[in-house]
């Protein structure tokens, strides 16, 4: 609808840092590369006889993008918005309302493709993108860095809501995930050291693949939700809660710590050709599964640190190169690796 206001934007994200309980940090000393700092309004009403119109105000979120520079903000008012679009500059673009600022790619391959560092999205309602390998909602693609995805709904992806393609430094944080056909985060080849925190995800995979090192996934809620890990390393999953789904570790992927998660509801981890991991602390509720392995070879085994994990109230024990040992009274899981006299 119309508008004739006055509004402050307060540019987000500035100093934004996000650390685990593992010391994982990432540091976001400048967000954005500033030259300039006019905020653009967009609104599906605004026409040629709106104040600006077409210098400042504009119909559609893509022309307004079009002349930002970068450290400028655009602004976009509840609304359905059809569009896909790439941006080019280090700006903050920010929604009205998550719940009905709407961004809809009518089954195109993307709604935003991040062309530069340092953009920060915030506010909207990102959906209907078509189902093609590397279609997605936010497409972050070879070497785009410091980039804040914040406090969006990601809906009705057929691939990927988002997908991250050698890209480093990127938060995604506080956004809720859910109705994906698919994928929900897709971390592909040499994307290292992003932030997945605060998240609320409900159905769909997370997917980090292909020599992925140092991402963290902090703090997200997961209902029925499966998360791949294959071949990668050093990534830190803590304080999660899982409803249902599972982690899965797979292919090689090693050096792994995961800490302090809560699951319920038979979620469980699963181990396949994955070792050197350390899984600890961790709590699993009304659950048949717990920690699985899933592999015959020894090396597998050996080089796993599994410690201080309850299974419905029960410990969870993994006993390696032991001799004469007593099973605890307590177990309610127990692992054993070249054990002799196991009583």
């Known amino acids: 609808m119309k508008r004739i206001l006055a509004i402050s934007i307060i540019l987000l994200f500035i100093g934004m ?20 700092d006019t905020t653009f309004y967009v609104d ?12 400042t105000h504009f119909d559609k979120i893509k022309n307004a993008i079009n002349v930002v520079n970068n450290g400028d903000t655009v602004y976009v008012f509840n609304g359905t918005y059809y569009e896909n679009f790439k941006i080019t500059k280090s700006i903050n673009l920010i929604g009205e309302d998550k719940n009905s600022t709407i961004i809809d790619a009518r089954q ?3 709604v935003m493709n991040f062309k530069a560092n340092y953009i920060n ?11 093609w390998v ?33 890209s480093d430094y990127n938060i995604i944080s506080e956004n809720i995930f859910m109705e994906n056909k698919r994928g929900n985060i897709e971390l592909r080849y040499l994307s290292d050291y992003n932030v997945i925190s605060k998240n609320k995800f409900i159905g769909g995979i997370n997917y980090f693949n292909r020599r992925n090192l140092n991402n963290s996934m902090v703090d997200n809620h997961l209902t029925n939700v499966i998360t791949y890990i294959d071949e990668g390393s050093n990534y ?15 292919d090689e992927t090693v050096n792994n710590f995961i800490n ?66 007593r099973i605890p009274s307590n177990a309610g899981q127990l692992y054993l690796y070249a054990a002799i006299s196991v009583v």
């Open 17 to 36: 840092s996000i650390s685990s309980s593992t010391g994982f940090n990432v540091e976001r000393q400048s967000t954005i590369a500033t030259v300039g």
């Open 44 to 55: 599906d009403d605004f026409n040629e006889s709106t104040p600006g119109w077409n210098v």
């Open 108 to 110: 195109k391959a993307y």
């Open 121 to 131: 999205v915030s506010g909207f309602t990102i959906q209907n993108t078509r189902n």
């Open 134 to 166: 590397d279609d997605c909602g936010i497409l972050i693609w070879d070497k785009r860095k410091y980039n804040t995805i914040c406090d969006n709904i990601f809906t009705n992806h057929r691939t990927n809501a988002i997908l991250i393609f050698k």
């Open 236 to 250: 830190s999953i803590s304080g999660n809660i899982f409803i249902g789904g599972k982690i899965q570790l797979f």
């Open 260 to 325: 302090n998660n809560k699951f319920y509801s038979s979620a469980e981890i699963s181990i396949y050709d994955s070792e050197q991991n350390i899984i600890q602390d961790n709590t699993f509720v009304n659950s048949t599964g717990g920690i699985i392995f899933y592999e015959d070879n020894i090396n597998y085994w050996i080089g796993q640190t599994i410690k201080n994990n309850i299974i419905n109230g029960k410990a969870i024990y993994y006993l390696k190169r032991k001799i004469g040992v």
